[in-house]
């Protein structure tokens, strides 16, 4: 008998790793990794956050973790394989924006960005397939933006869009080095959604009047509309996927 279609989905006895899960669409993708079964080992600085969101996801297991630091990311894949004896999921979601222009954006600046959107993330995909055991695959969802494709300008900086484009090409490139051992690594590409990370955006009418006008929906992302795909990629559904870059954006990039 076929199974039925949604039993793909299903994410139970699979440990997941969400980094940025403090807050945004970090929370949001371990609340729904969770409700697919999974234990979700949800990282971030933010402790407190961490241990709110765990009061509210039953099986939710907080690790405080600055995903630049190299002794944090070795601390995470440990606790992760602690659990399960090998990470199934890991979502790259941990980020930060940049100042808007170029002339004022420091080279500090640039290079924290880089740091924490490309580098961290990077590494600590290197560190959980290290670990992984031979005849175990993984499914690697790496969160860009549409920064990272097309020019948001006079929204988005100079660092931003360079992390978010080379998250993309990473993504492809281990995709490709890493097929043949059943580890799949995709990109997931949301548009404009009211986050944290975008304060302000939508509380003023010029710049939320502008997401209206440059998307095809006619409007932001709402809370939950990414979700789906980042369980579509996290999950036995796309076990023919790889390498894909997959924008939730409302059209913006297909203008």
């Not at 969160?143 to 090409?169: D, E, H, M, N, R």
């Not at 990109?187 to 939320?208: C, H, I, R, Y």
Request: with cysteine; glycine share 14%.
């Amino acid at each position: 008998m076929t199974a039925l279609p949604f039993a793909s989905f299903d994410l139970t006895g699979r440990v997941a790793v969400v980094t940025g899960a403090s807050s945004g669409l970090g929370a949001g993708f371990a609340r729904t990794l969770a409700a697919a079964g999974a234990t979700v080992v949800a990282a971030a600085r933010r402790a407190d956050r961490l241990a709110a969101l765990a009061a509210e996801v039953p099986g939710l297991v907080p690790v405080e973790c600055d995903v630049t630091v190299p002794a944090d990311r070795d601390r995470l894949v440990a606790r992760a394989n602690e659990i399960g004896g090998g990470i199934d999921v890991l979502v790259n979601n941990a980020g930060m924006p940049g100042p808007p222009d170029a002339l004022g954006e420091t080279p500090e600046e640039f290079d924290r960005i880089l740091d924490l959107n490309l580098t961290a993330g990077v590494r600590l995909a290197v560190e959980a397939v290290r670990t992984l055991p031979d005849d175990r695959g993984a499914s690697i969802v790496n969160i860009s933006s549409v920064v990272g494709l097309v020019s948001t300008a006079p929204i988005g900086g100079a660092g931003y869009a360079a992390s978010k484009a080379a998250v993309i090409g990473v993504t492809r490139e281990l995709a490709g080095q890493w097929g043949r051992r059943g580890v799949r690594v995709n990109a997931l590409v949301p548009g404009w959604f009211d986050t944290e990370m975008t304060d302000g955006l939508f509380t003023n009418e010029k710049s939320a009047g502008w997401v209206r006008r440059n998307t095809m929906l006619g409007r932001g992302g709402q809370d939950g509309e990414v979700d789906g795909a980042l369980l579509f990629l996290a999950s036995d559904a796309s076990s023919y996927v790889t390498g894909h870059v997959l924008a939730v954006d409302g059209g913006w990039t297909a203008r």
